[in-house]
């Protein structure tokens, strides 16, 4: 298939894993197992379809609310495929970028985070955001609290405060805003994810389950991106 106009930026919301293992008669562990390998191959084909962003939603900060044995199990194979996956990422081109509240974890995962993005942080082909105990609002908080913090000390003043520099306060300061939301799993919604960010954002929603996410499904959300107006607040005709 032919894509005419690409997203520079894709972001996901990976829903679906514990019903697909529930379709299964299996654990739902076994769903985020599966969707590890819907990520590694969404991750490469990303990069051979030329798009520069992708960012993951991995973990939100509503997702404690989870069974513990659960959160334990997600909490273990991030680290693990962050663990296994670096090196590979690495020789591929793609930077990683972990976003997200990581204060309440411990050394280690901090300092497997710093690793990763320290090896990673000079790769051009794919920057590869992971958010994990993420949320929007938690984003705008912390963008709030670090401009008051800047005005608090005297470095910035009220009334120049703009939107560029409430974006370059944010987790994702650098990264261009998405071009194209993807979120499987059949849910109509953002569920607290890039809420800034989202503002102009194409929105696409597919009841496919994340471990059933493939390049063909990648293509038709890419297709469906291709064929719409992307207006910008300005009128059809001013586009045309
Ligand atoms: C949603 O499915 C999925 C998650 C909360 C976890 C997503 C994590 C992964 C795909 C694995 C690790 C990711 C990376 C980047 C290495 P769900 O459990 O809410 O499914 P359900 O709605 O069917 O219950």
Redesign the pocket.
């Known amino acids: 298939m032919t894509i005419t106009l690409l997203p520079r930026h894709i972001a996901i919301v ?7 293992a ?1 379709n299964k008669g299996r654990p ?1 562990i076994a ?2 197992r599966r ?2 390998e ?2 590694r191959n969404i991750v490469d084909f990303c990069g051979q379809r030329g798009i520069e962003y992708l960012t ?5 900060s509503e ?1 404690w609310r989870r069974p513990r044995s ?1 959160v334990d199990f ?1 909490m273990e ?2 680290v693990s ?2 663990e296994n ?1 670096v090196q590979k990422l690495h020789a591929n081109g793609v930077q990683l970028k972990i976003i997200g509240d990581l204060d309440s974890f411990g050394a280690r995962i901090q300092k497997l985070v710093a690793h990763a993005q320290s090896l990673t942080f000079d790769n051009k082909k794919l920057t590869l955001t ?1 958010a994990i105990n993420y949320g929007g609002r938690w984003d705008v908080a912390e963008a709030a609290r670090a401009l008051a913090a800047k005005i608090a000390s005297g470095d910035l003043l009220v009334a120049d405060i703009t939107e560029q520099l409430v974006a370059e306060a944010m987790s994702t300061a650098g990264i261009p805003d998405p071009d194209l939301f993807i979120r499987t ?1 059949g ?1 109509t919604r953002i569920s607290n994810f890039l809420l800034w960010q989202l503002a102009y954002t194409e929105l696409y929603f597919t009841d496919v ?2 471990p059933d996410f493939d390049e063909i499904q990648l293509d038709l959300a890419l297709s469906s991106f291709a064929g719409r107006q992307r207006r910008f607040g300005r009128t059809g005709e001013q586009i045309l």
């Open positions: 990976m829903d679906g894993n514990g019903r697909w529930k739902r769903g985020h969707g590890v819907s990520v993951l939603f991995a973990f939100s997702n659960e997600l194979l991030l495929t962050l996956e992971v799993g849910e389950l994340w």
